[in-house]
């Protein structure tokens, strides 16, 4: 209520052009009352709003976005409650929209970047001999493709994403089975004193699939070149 207080005086004050723009009715300025009228989760009861960081990729895959390439593209909000990502609050409020399949069993398919690649990310992928590589874009959207089964891996040795790419994704992948870690199997923490890039890769698995087994053929000398 008071960040729609927020909103609607902003909007009379007209200090955001920005704002303006949007359609009133795009603006939500009532409290969910689904959300509400739920009893808070007894872990979240505890829970601080300084234990609270919320990490947000308005457009994620932004390469993919300029090409055209819009299925690529995700919008990303993720909340990390002491520094880690929820996975609890996806897991309750079912919010997301996908189809769930399982992977396929005959074959090893792994997903990496299309427009970020080098040697280092190439070697990764050769150390897990993987029957097909599939090239996309965006973290949120490599992601989708584990929930929906199309790939049994997300491997990425470089250091190019952050937080606010892999915190949402992360959250959702791990509250449905999954498993999302840097190169070397340990989880990213998300707390507010964190570096903002994910400085050891990303390392993701669909439900099912043996993570740890996966990450161990990963070289030790390409590992080294991901230091903590
Ligand atoms: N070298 C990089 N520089 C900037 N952003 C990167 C880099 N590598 C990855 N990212 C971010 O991580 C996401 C996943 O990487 P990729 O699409 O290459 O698989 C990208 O969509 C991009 O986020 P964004 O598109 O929001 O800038
Ligand atoms: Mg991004």
């Known amino acids: 209520t008071r960040a729609g207080k927020i909103i609607k005086d902003v909007m009379s004050s007209g200090e955001l052009g920005v704002v303006q723009k949007v359609p009133s009715d795009w603006i ?3 409290s969910d009352l689904e959300v509400l009228s739920s009893n808070c989760p007894p872990e979240y009861v505890e829970t601080k709003p300084e234990d609270i960081v919320v990490w947000v990729d308005p457009l994620d895959g932004t390469s993919e976005y300029t090409q055209g390439l819009l299925d690529h593209v995700t919008v990303l909000i993720g909340i990390a409650v002491n520094g880690r990502a929820d996975t609890m609050g996806s897991h309750r409020f079912r919010s997301w929209r996908f189809s769930a399949s399982r992977t396929p069993a005959d074959k090893f398919i792994v997903t990496t970047t299309r427009s970020h690649s080098d040697g280092i990310v190439v070697k990764a992928l050769e150390a897990l001999k993987p029957d097909e590589i599939v ?7 490599k992601v989708l493709l584990l929930l929906e089964g199309r790939a049994h891996a997300y491997v990425f040795a470089s250091k190019g994403c952050k937080k ?9 992948l791990e509250a449905l089975g999954g498993k999302l870690t840097d190169i070397h199997g340990n989880n990213y923490g998300y707390g507010k004193d964190v570096q903002y890039p994910d400085a050891q890769g990303i390392f993701a698995t669909a439900k099912g699939v043996d993570h740890a087994l996966l990450v161990s053929k990963i070289p030790q000398e390409l590992l080294d070149a991901f230091p903590y």
């Open 164 to 172: 606010w790419d892999t915190c949402a994704p992360e959250a959702i």
């Open 28 to 30: 939500v300025t009532e």
């Open 135 to 141: 090239r996309v874009g965006g973290a949120g959207h």
